[in-house]
């Protein structure tokens, strides 16, 4: 299984980006996709989740109003389109999938998911 993100780059504030993941070799069809981020010197937190199957999704109240978490199953894709950026949302980008069921308390806690990608940076100036 593979997961490789693109899209990321350096955006003024007030800008926008659209990250993606592509998923490869996985064979189900329900699985959860979440994005996380990670900026120097802090944990990694979860910002976006949803579920491919049912299209469930759960946005940070960090990011509320502002992200949003999409899913191509057509494109084996998981989008992030991230609108109205601030200094604060510069991180590295992670997806990750979790092949098992996670509980709601857990959605965002990083070892509950078995496989990620390499991330994309995102810079707001």
């Known amino acids: 299984v593979q997961l490789v993100e693109s899209g990321g780059g350096s955006v003024q504030a007030g800008g926008s980006l659209r990250l993606s993941c592509v998923v490869s070799?996985?064979?189900?069809?329900?699985?959860?996709m979440t994005w996380f981020r990670q900026a120097p010197g802090k944990v990694r937190e979860g910002v976006a989740t949803i579920l491919t199957r049912s299209g469930y999704n759960y946005v940070a109240a960090s990011v509320k109003g502002r992200f949003t978490i999409s899913w191509d199953n057509a494109k084996n894709t998981v989008y992030l389109q991230m609108n109205s950026l601030k200094p604060e949302d510069t991180a590295m980008y992670y997806c990750a999938l979790a092949a098992s069921p996670i509980r709601v308390s857990d959605e965002f806690r990083p070892s509950a998911y078995n496989v990620w990608g390499r991330g994309t940076q995102v810079t707001v100036s």
């Open positions: 070799g996985y064979m189900y069809d329900s699985f959860r």
